[in-house]
C-alpha cells in the first residue's frame, strides 16, 4: 500500500470512528497524528518563497487598452531540462507564439482532464442513484464563455 492509499484508508477510518461525512482534514491529520501518523517535515524556506512568487505572478490581471477586458498577465511553460521537469513563467506581452500555444494548450489539457473526471464522477453517482433523475453536466462551454466575455465586468457593475 502506498502512501496516499494508507492516507485514505485513515480518512475512511476517521469517518468510521467519528461518523462524520463532511470531513474536515486538519482534523483528520490530528487524527492520523494521534495514531503515529509521522508530520511532514517543514519546507524549506526557499520553495515556500517561491510558492509565494507563483501565486502572485498567477493573480496578475491587466486590462486589454483596446476593449479593456481582463487577460492574465504571466501564464505557466511546462519545461523538460536534462531530464527535470518544472515550470517557468512567462509575460503575456513578451511571450513568442510557440511560448504561448504551449502554455495555453498546456491549461486547455488541464481543463480537459477536469471535464473528463467531472464527467467520470457524474456516470458514477447516477449508475449508484438509479431512482434519482440523472446528473447531468454540459461540457460544452462555448456558450458560457461568450456570455461571459459579453457581460459587464466587475467593474463596471460596481459604478
Do not use: C
Not at 490530528?30 to 493573480?59: C, H, M, V, Y
Not at 482532464?113 to 433523475?133: F, K, M, R, V, Y
Not at 458560457?144 to 460596481?158: G, H
Request: charged share 30%.
Amino acid at each position: 500500500m502506498n502512501k496516499h492509499q494508507e492516507m485514505q484508508r485513515l480518512i475512511r477510518l476517521y469517518k468510521e470512528e467519528t461518523g462524520e461525512t463532511e470531513v474536515n482534514m486538519r482534523k483528520v491529520a490530528i487524527f492520523a497524528n494521534n495514531r503515529g501518523w509521522p508530520l511532514p517535515k517543514p519546507r524549506d524556506p526557499l520553495d515556500l518563497l517561491a510558492k509565494e512568487f507563483t501565486q502572485a505572478a498567477r493573480q496578475e490581471v491587466r486590462r486589454d487598452p483596446k476593449t479593456g477586458k481582463p487577460y492574465r498577465a504571466n501564464h505557466a511553460l511546462p519545461t523538460t531540462q536534462g531530464g527535470e521537469q518544472f515550470t517557468l513563467w512567462i509575460d503575456i506581452d513578451e511571450a513568442t507564439r510557440p511560448q504561448m500555444l504551449k502554455s495555453l494548450i498546456n491549461r486547455r489539457e488541464q481543463m480537459v482532464g477536469d471535464g473528463l473526471q467531472l464527467s467520470l464522477d457524474a456516470d458514477h453517482w447516477n449508475s449508484i442513484h438509479p431512482e434519482e433523475s440523472p446528473i447531468q453536466i454540459p461540457l460544452d462551454f462555448t456558450d458560457d464563455v461568450n456570455w461571459r466575455k459579453n457581460a459587464p465586468d466587475e467593474d463596471s457593475k460596481a459604478a
